[in-house]
C-alpha cells in the first residue's frame, strides 16, 4: 500500500456534511447518505491528490477513454481545479482496498443571467460495476447534486443516454419540452469537425463511455424540484 502522509482535498470535505439527503425525491432503500454510505468502509469524500495511487483513474476508464496520464500530469490537473474552485469531482472509496469504486463531478459554470448566478453541469459518472446492488449509482448523484444546491445553483444540467433516463428522473431530473438536445463538435478524432444531434426521442445509443448524441435532462429549479 502506497502511504500519504500529506493529502490535499479537491475541496472542503464539511461541504459534503451539510446535505440533507431527505430534500432529493430519489428513494433509497435502506436510506443512505453521504455520510453514512451504508456500509462501514465506505466513505463518500472530495478527490485527493493522491488519488492517482488509488485506482481513479482506472475507475473512469469504465465510462470513457482516459489515456496514458502520467502522475505529474494528474497533479498538475489536480491543481489547476482546485485554484479554480469551480470543480467539485467527488468519489467513494472503498478504504478496506484502498480503491476509488464511484466517482461524479459538479462543475460550475459562472454566468451574468440570473442576477450573475451559477449553474451546475453534472460529469463522469461511474460506478466500479463490481460494486451493483449498493445504490452507489444513486449516492453520488443525488450527493453532488445537492451539493449544487447547497453553492447556490440555479439549477443543474447533464447529459446521459436514452436509456438511463428514466433513472435520471428518479433523482429529479427532468426532460425539458422543445429543449432536450445534446449538439457536439469532436477536435479529438483526427477528422474534419463532426457535429453530432439527437433529440430524447432518438433511439441512438452509444457505449459505456457515452462520448455523442446523448439527452439534455436538467434539474431546474431546486427549490421546487427538492422538496421536503
Known amino acids: 500500500m502506497v502511504q500519504h502522509p500529506q493529502e490535499t482535498y479537491l475541496y472542503d470535505p464539511s461541504l459534503l456534511l451539510k446535505l440533507d439527503f431527505h430534500r432529493t425525491p430519489a428513494t ?61 469531482v467527488t468519489v467513494i472509496e472503498d478504504t478496506r482496498k484502498n480503491e476509488i469504486i464511484g466517482a461524479a463531478s459538479l462543475v460550475i459554470e459562472r454566468k451574468f443571467i440570473h442576477n450573475c448566478s451559477v449553474r451546475g453541469r453534472l460529469e463522469d459518472v461511474v460506478v466500479n460495476d463490481t460494486y451493483r446492488g449498493k445504490q452507489l449509482g444513486k449516492l453520488i448523484v443525488v450527493t453532488v447534486s445537492l451539493l449544487a444546491e447547497e453553492l ?35 477536435y479529438d478524432e483526427g477528422t474534419p469537425l463532426k457535429r453530432n444531434a439527437t433529440s430524447a426521442s432518438s433511439s441512438s445509443s452509444t457505449g459505456a463511455g457515452g462520448d455523442s448524441c446523448q439527452t439534455v435532462v436538467v434539474i431546474l429549479p431546486f427549490k421546487s424540484t427538492f422538496i421536503k
Not at 29 to 51: C, H, Q, Y
Not at 61 to 71: A, E, F, K, P
Not at 157 to 184: A, H, Q, R, W
Request: hydrophobic share 35%.
Open 28 to 88: 433509497f432503500k435502506p436510506f443512505i447518505s453521504a455520510a453514512n454510505p451504508g456500509e462501514p468502509w465506505m466513505k463518500v469524500r472530495p478527490l485527493k491528490d493522491t488519488d492517482y495511487d488509488r485506482g481513479f483513474l482506472q475507475l473512469l476508464s469504465q465510462l470513457t477513454h482516459v489515456g496514458n496520464v502520467n502522475r505529474t500530469q494528474f497533479l498538475t490537473r489536480f491543481s489547476q481545479m482546485k485554484a479554480s474552485g469551480d470543480y467539485f
Open 152 to 186: 447556490g445553483c440555479y439549477k443543474m444540467s447533464l447529459d446521459c443516454k436514452d436509456k438511463l433516463i428514466k433513472f435520471y428522473e428518479s433523482l429529479g431530473y427532468v426532460l425539458i419540452p422543445g429543449n432536450s438536445n445534446s449538439m457536439t463538435i469532436r
